[in-house]
């Protein structure tokens, strides 16, 4: 049964602290993408990667951190240098070629004490 | 400067009836735009998509029509049912050679009264 997951579902951090959000993916798929959303917001793109050991900053890079040393994980650490943490976390993948529709894991809401 | 709008934050329809579900575009770079649905606290699904080269793709009851030279795209779902209530996300991406990730609109969100 392929899918991506996010673990965990809920998480809380207090202020000052770095945390880790998982994100795993066995779709096979090579590009991996990290989103956040806000109350009455729409997605917005924190980093993605396309392959291995590479990785783009996106439209809110700042405050994050990524890596991608295997394909089916895409983990993001939220650094305290974020400012606005408390928000809720969305893994996203998909394939480069043909059709670029992105299947999205099922979230982390993170809050900062 | 939002790249994706969708102007009506909710939307209200009768069940049976047709939802239609707005969204505009700035960037003439856009040529490939999806739908997503979402409930509260998980993550998006994939409803529909359409390439700028086509101006209507329809699967069972979602419609996505665009319209390329006033850079809109409407979502229909008829007969709405019960279940189509949740939040709508309109998105869109550029060609660049490689999956660079989706410009999203703030969503309309649809409830479907009995």
């Known amino acids: 049964d392929g899918g991506i997951t996010q673990s965990p579902k809920y998480l809380f951090r207090k202020e000052g602290q770095n945390v880790t959000l998982s994100c795993e993916q066995n779709?096979?798929?090579?590009?991996m993408y990290w989103y956040r959303q806000d109350p009455g917001q729409g997605l917005r793109l924190i980093y993605y990667s396309q392959i291995v050991n590479d990785f783009q900053k996106g439209d809110i890079a700042e405050g994050y951190s990524v890596s991608r040393e295997k394909k089916e994980s895409f983990p993001l650490t939220v650094t305290s240098a974020q400012k606005n943490p408390t928000a809720f976390y969305l893994c996203?993948?998909?394939?480069?070629?043909?059709?670029?529709?992105?299947?999205f894991g099922p979230g982390t809401r993170l809050t900062v004490l | 400067d939002q790249q994706v709008k969708q102007n009506s934050p909710s939307l209200s329809v009768q069940e049976g009836r047709i939802s239609i579900l707005n969204c505009d575009y700035t960037?003439?770079?856009?040529?490939?735009f999806l739908w997503y649905k979402k409930y509260p606290a998980e993550g998006p699904t994939f409803l529909i998509s359409i390439s700028s080269i086509k101006d209507k793709n329809e699967d069972g009851r979602f419609t996505v029509f665009l319209n390329k030279s006033a850079k809109h795209l409407s979502l229909h779902i008829v007969p709405s049912q019960p279940g189509d209530s949740a939040v709508y996300f309109c998105a869109a991406s550029a060609e660049r050679g490689g999956a660079d990730g989706l410009t999203f609109g703030k969503g309309t969100h649809l409830i479907i009264q009995p």
């Open positions: 960037n003439s770079m856009f040529d490939y």
């Open positions: 779709l096979n798929h090579d590009a």
């Open positions: 996203a993948s998909s394939t480069l070629a043909g059709a670029r529709e992105q299947f």
